[in-house]
């Protein structure tokens, strides 16, 4: 379990997208008493669309989705912006090479507090 410190997040918006409904639910919760705006998305397909309406300051995402995956989400974001923050989370350290273009990786689970 790793501590995220999203006191550097504060007052700034952001886009979480997972497929599982329970996850985004209770991060959303954890994410508003400190952030100005969060914004959900099931998938990657999603998330582009939010992404375009709002612009987010920063992109939290799953990797293992339907639709468009995280890593498929994150090669896209920086193809449009490469200097869009963008972190993946994933419950496979294995995983986490495959994201070498995204800005940070967290490795579930995640310490709430």
């Known amino acids: 379990m790793i501590d995220l410190d999203v006191s550097i997040l504060q007052g700034r918006s952001v886009l979480f997208?997972?497929?599982e409904?329970?996850?985004?639910?209770?991060?959303?919760?954890?994410?508003?008493?400190r952030l100005k705006t969060v914004w959900l998305a099931e998938h990657g397909q999603e998330a582009l669309e939010l992404i375009e309406a709002h612009q987010p300051d920063i992109?939290?995402?799953?990797?293992?989705?339907?639709?468009?995956?995280?890593?498929?989400?994150?090669?896209?974001?920086k193809?449009?912006?490469?200097?869009?923050p963008v972190m993946i989370m994933t419950?496979?350290?294995?995983?986490?090479?495959?994201?070498?273009?995204?800005d940070s990786i967290l490795i579930k689970p995640i310490n709430r507090q």
């Open 17 to 19: 997208v997972d497929d």
């Open 21 to 33: 409904p329970h996850t985004r639910r209770a991060v959303k919760r954890m994410l508003e008493k």
């Open 59 to 77: 992109i939290i995402t799953d990797i293992e989705m339907p639709v468009m995956n995280g890593l498929e989400l994150l090669e896209e974001i």
């Open 79 to 84: 193809q449009r912006n490469p200097d869009e």
């Open 91 to 102: 419950a496979f350290e294995d995983e986490a090479h495959e994201a070498e273009k995204a």
